[in-house]
RNA sequence: GGCGCGUUCGUCUAGUGGCCUAGGACAUCACGUUCUCAACGUGAAUAUCAGGGGUUCGAAUCCCCUACGCGCUACCA
């Protein structure tokens, strides 16, 4: 506990660390939702940094893809390359010389050693012990190479990697904040890559240890698939005499099939769910509910209200499946509660690249319509089905009931929805049919917004006109 | 295979030794309202708390074992 009071004792500094390895991934989110909070609830400091440390899955405008799903869900960070900040840079790809250095270090103080085995030698290697069943790892063949040796094939300028030392024969005891000490055999962990052959750092080595360390992280809020490699990162920390963030591993989240959310299962992209119509604040209540639950039980509450309340050991250990159904609902309640202004400016924001919804948007009766449209929609992209109607054969029966209406109809004098209403009744009764046909007739399907108020709105002649074609 | 984490209704969960013959939410179904669809209201169904052993007067809650699920096991993060 000592360690947790230290570190409350600073200043709170959490970072959410993406990598730009492809678009923007709902799991990001939820990371940086934790630490936005927790920083604001401390009045700490939250930060992005890039990992970009994979060349090979480098993604070239994926890091500003990054920034606008965060401002978007109004998790802006103080600290990033973006905006800067004291320490900085941000890209780890620009920090490339702070990792040499820290590595040689490592080896200097015997926390790390050179290694020359090359590609094949590992895939022989692993080959064998898979044959014969033994858990796949480094043997460690450079760790004890003469220092001679070593410093030929560095001045011949042979390939090599910096490799961590594992201590052998020691039960490792980490902490994660959420679960509690965990044991791991020291035999049993890899002498894991910190610097790779291009020069570049691991994960291991640059985002867990010397980056957490040089940008002053006090909690380390990441995903579980990590609290296999704590104790590597606890090892290393050591070796350095640093002290430790404190760490929180969160539960993943799953695809209906238990395994880790996915694109093939789930929706794991941002752009989706802002192509869907879904508002930032209802997915961001939604996933804080999928490690923590309010303290009444509460399963809407506002982001504010979150922050008041998040404390990171309160966060749960049970990797949830996202349930999209739920999200939807959760999503209407949200829409049900904006005032029209609110709504008005989301939907217009969500079609500015449609003219035929954009006209209803732009119209003197838009208020009315959206006052009847907000209790159905669940996504913002429902409301395109509610106000355009659907290219629709009507059969012989429902032209007839077309008709019909269309005659009453025009004898109305008053026009308004009572006797809209009067009129639509008369023709149910008298065809012996549901409400739905009526739906059909003016919207092309069996549903929609209320007719007598809408026709109402429409007038007349606007409402004769869709009858007559 | 090895290591680690986890396990309460289909799903998200409440629950920290007696208030639990297990509560809430989503989804489902029924009814009410009704011009359709929603929204709203009422109600129903669904969990032998993974299984088995302990500890205890008493266990969903503590301990052990087993099973199952997931994660990791890369010069990815």
């Known amino acids: 506990m000592q360690g947790m009071d230290d570190q409350l004792n600073k200043k709170v500094r959490v970072r959410v660390a993406p990598s730009p390895t492809g678009y923007p991934h709902i799991g990001t989110i939820y990371q940086a939702l934790f630490d936005y909070s927790f920083a604001k609830k401390n009045s700490g400091t939250f930060f992005v940094r890039i990992e970009d440390t994979d060349r090979a899955r480098f993604v070239a405008d994926a890091e500003e893809k990054i920034y606008s799903a965060l401002d978007w869900f109004g998790l802006t960070e103080e600290e990033s390359p973006r905006k800067g900040g004291p320490f900085g840079p941000y890209r780890q790809s620009e920090r490339l010389d702070i990792y040499n250095k820290y590595a040689k270090e490592l080896v200097k103080k ?3 050693y050179y290694c020359f085995c090359t590609k094949e030698r590992l895939a022989a ?19 004890n190479l003469p220092k001679e040796e ?3 094939k560095l001045k011949k300028g042979d390939s090599f990697v910096i490799r961590l030392k594992i201590p052998e024969n020691e039960d490792i ?3 994660d904040e959420i679960r509690g000490e965990i044991h791991f055999d020291s035999n049993l962990i890899e ?3 910190l610097l790779k052959a291009d020069g570049y750092p691991t994960y291991h080595l640059a985002s867990s240890v010397v980056d957490d360390h040089l940008m002053e992280t006090t909690h380390v809020v990441r995903g579980e698939e990590w609290l296999p490699s704590l104790p590597k990162h606890i090892i290393a920390y050591n070796y350095f005499g640093w002290k430790k963030p404190l760490f929180y591993h969160t539960p993943i989240l799953r695809n209906p099939d238990k395994s880790k959310l996915s694109k093939r299962q789930g929706h794991t992209s941002v752009s989706w769910y802002m192509e869907e119509g879904f508002l930032p604040n209802a997915i961001l209540n939604y996933l804080a509910l999928m490690a923590w639950s309010h303290p009444q039980g509460k399963e809407i509450f506002s982001l504010e209200e979150f922050i008041s309340l998040v404390d990171l050991k309160d966060l749960k250990p049970v990797a949830p499946i996202f349930d999209l159904e739920k999200l939807k609902w959760m999503n209407g309640e949200y829409i049900r509660m904006m005032n029209d202004k609110g709504l008005m400016i989301k939907l217009k924001e969500f079609y500015k690249n449609d003219p035929g919804v954009l006209k209803v948007l732009n119209s003197q009766e838009s208020d009315k319509i959206l006052g009847l449209a907000q209790s159905r929609l669940r996504t913002l992209k429902d409301f395109k089905d509610l106000v355009i109607p659907a290219e629709a054969e009507l059969s012989a029966p429902e032209k007839e009931v077309a008709n019909s209406l269309k005659e009453k109809l025009e004898k109305i004098t008053e026009w308004n929805k009572d006797s809209i209403l009067i009129v639509m009744r008369e023709v149910l009764s008298e ?5 739905s046909i009526l739906y059909k007739v003016f919207t092309g399907r069996e549903k929609g917004l209320p007719l007598p108020e809408t026709l109402e709105i429409f007038g007349k002649e606007k409402a004769i006109n869709i009858l007559s074609k």
């Open 110 to 112: 015997g926390g790390a």
């Open 173 to 175: 005891v980490v902490r």
């Open 150 to 152: 070593v410093e030929e």
């Open 431 to 435: 065809k012996k049919t549901k409400g």
């Open 125 to 143: 290697l692993h080959e064998k012990q898979q044959k014969e069943k033994k858990p796949t790892m480094y043997d460690k063949f450079c760790r």
């Open 191 to 193: 002498d894991t890559i």
